[in-house]
């Protein structure tokens, strides 16, 4: 196969791949829209609040991509800009599946796979930490609604989420240990290790990882609170961020697929916000617009950097 034969079937490939992300993204846009009146969302929002939770946007952005440079590193050299292009590729893949658990295999796709088993181990490791600070959150978010809300099975699911944290924290922790299993299975051989280059995290490092999960998490969480308020809906911060955290924590563990998960996202945000307010438009407009502002703004840019995708070697 000639090179021109390549340029133009890498091409097609990419065209297809990013007229079928933009194509769902506009579909799940415009059925998310089609459940509020924009002429009240603008007529009464007060957009303070709006622009305030838009400007967080790029730190919301820029801590996730740091954190994914600081993964791969180990693996492969990479520069700021690539990591961002990864990373917003594997946002708009995300749309197509299953709880966004292709974001990070996308992420791998557009990199030069040099080290391809440290890559899968390391990408696990990011998958991990954003797990956990859900996790850590939730329980946050558990004993706030514990406290409010008694009752022997809102106990039951508190102390099993503090039982698997736990587990989650050891296994975290003791990550270098279990991926070199991961990079020494079988059909990761044929790719071309470059052992020179890899470098193993120290605990301290994997803590810093953690810790960028737990910030981009404070992040959205106060998206979300600002965007309630830009609707609003008026509520004590600290009850606020508790059933933030229990709303994506639940979000966390509901399977979902984004073509549905919206539909998932208005209905978990009725069942824990309703308590504060009858506005139910307020937070169902709220919650689109975190979904806008957070994954499909992203994503869009993302769908289309898969035209320079090389399929074709």
């Known amino acids: 196969m000639n090179k021109t034969t390549k340029i133009r079937i890498n091409y097609t490939i990419g065209v297809i791949v990013t007229s079928l992300l933009l194509w769902v993204i506009y579909t799940q846009v415009k059925g998310q829209l089609s459940q509020v009146s924009i002429s009240t969302v603008l007529r009464d929002g007060d957009l303070t609040y709006f622009f305030i939770a838009l ?88 004993m706030f609604y514990y406290s409010i809300y008694p009752g022997y099975w809102q106990k039951v699911v508190l102390i099993i989420a503090l039982i698997v944290s736990l587990l989650a924290v050891i296994v975290f922790l003791n990550f270098e240990k279990w991926s070199r299993y991961i990079e020494r299975i079988s059909f990761l051989k044929k790719f071309k290790t470059y052992s020179r280059m890899l470098k193993r995290f120290s605990t301290r490092q994997q803590l810093v990882i953690l810790g960028l999960s737990l910030l981009r998490f404070v992040v959205y969480a106060s998206q979300y609170l600002l ?39 208005g209905q978990l945000s009725l069942l824990f916000f309703q308590h504060f307010t009858t506005n139910k438009i307020g937070i169902l407009v709220a919650t689109i617009v975190l979904w806008v502002i957070n994954l499909i703004l992203p994503a869009i840019a993302g769908s289309i950097l898969w035209i320079k995708l090389r399929w074709i070697k």
């Open 55 to 142: 400007l967080l946007l790029p730190l919301n952005l820029t801590i996730e991509i740091y954190k994914w440079k600081l993964l791969v590193a180990s693996a492969q050299p990479i520069s700021f800009g690539v990591a961002v292009r990864s990373f917003l590729a594997g946002l708009s893949l995300s749309l197509l599946t299953p709880n966004r658990i292709g974001e990070y295999p996308g992420r791998i796709l557009f990199l030069q796979q040099k080290n391809t088993p440290r890559l899968i181990s390391v990408t696990l490791l990011g998958m991990y930490s954003q797990l956990l600070s859900l996790l850590i959150f939730g329980i946050v978010g558990l």
């Open 227 to 265: 965007l309630m308020l830009w609707m609003h809906i008026e509520m004590d911060w600290i009850a606020g961020f508790g059933m933030a955290c229990m709303f994506f924590f639940s979000m966390a563990i509901v399977p979902s697929i984004a073509l549905a998960e919206m539909g998932i996202r």
